[in-house]
């Protein structure tokens, strides 16, 4: 009955205090807001947050976080403009804004769905929004194709299943193309030979590979991988890159020495 009686007062003195200071959030009387201004604390809130995804960051990317004279506890200062990020976001803000009303100025008619532009659309979850090529391109200049394909494997482990970086086998085939077609035909056949290896039922990616061998002069290599492709999709376009390459076997073969 006594402890009845204790927790009833409890809850009554609970009751009667008075209510203790109501919770201030960041995003409530936030200060020097320039372009998102007009939005309510929850949806800057969300609108933050929505930055922090798009660009794997977090909130120290744009805004100042310091410990105060005094303390031991840093606190993040969000009103100060000090950091160079926030100015860029800002730019960025009204440069997505502009696109945004151009886009649906065109006037495609009353059932046309607009795809509005968003930081993702860009980002992608990282922070500076570069395509796997480029990411590629710096590792093939560092340490060649076995470098580049060890970065691929390592951001494919990484980020594979999101829409940061594509790992499609076309992207990849594509990518060996254009090395080769740049004059660096041995790198950018380890490359072709790497996708054929990871996506041997890719009747592209074949096709790429036997493209790149046949410009080697490789063309065994070439017939194997044509041969592969048109196993995979049979059409008359590798049909005939198969018979080009079979033909420059069958004169490789037949030239005799000095012939030129």
């Known amino acids: ?54 660009l794997g960051v977090r909130c120290t990317h744009c805004h100042v976080r310091e410990t105060p004279e005094g303390s031991e506890r840093p606190v993040m200062i969000f009103d100060r403009d000090d950091k160079e990020n926030k100015l860029i976001a800002r730019k960025m803000l009204t440069m997505v804004a502009d696109i945004n009303a151009k886009i649906t100025g065109l006037g495609r008619g009353e059932n046309h769905i607009y795809q509005p532009v968003t930081c993702t659309t860009c980002h992608r979850g990282q922070n500076k929004p570069i395509l796997i090529q480029t990411v590629l391109d710096a590792a093939l200049k560092k340490g060649g194709a076995e470098e580049a394909i060890s970065q691929y494997i390592e951001l494919k482990e990484r980020y594979y299943g999101g829409h940061t970086y594509d790992f499609t086998p076309f992207t990849f085939a594509e990518y060996a193309q254009t090395i080769a077609s740049g004059g660096d035909l041995e790198n950018g056949a380890i490359l072709a030979a790497y996708n054929t290896k990871s996506h041997p039922n890719e009747a592209y990616g074949q096709q790429i590979l036997g493209q790149i061998n046949l410009a080697r002069e490789d063309y065994i290599g070439a017939i194997a991988a044509f041969e592969a492709a048109n196993k995979i999709r049979p059409n008359r376009f590798i049909q005939g890159l198969l018979k080009k390459a079979q033909d420059a076997e069958a004169a490789a073969k037949n030239k005799k020495p000095g012939d030129d």
């Open 1 to 54: 009955m006594k402890k009845n009686i204790a927790l009833i007062a409890l809850i009554s003195t609970a009751i009667a205090a008075p209510p203790a200071t109501a919770f201030q959030s960041v995003f409530d009387n936030a200060k020097n807001l320039r372009v998102l201004k007009t939005l309510s604390a929850a949806e800057l809130r969300e609108t933050m947050r929505g930055f922090s995804f798009a």
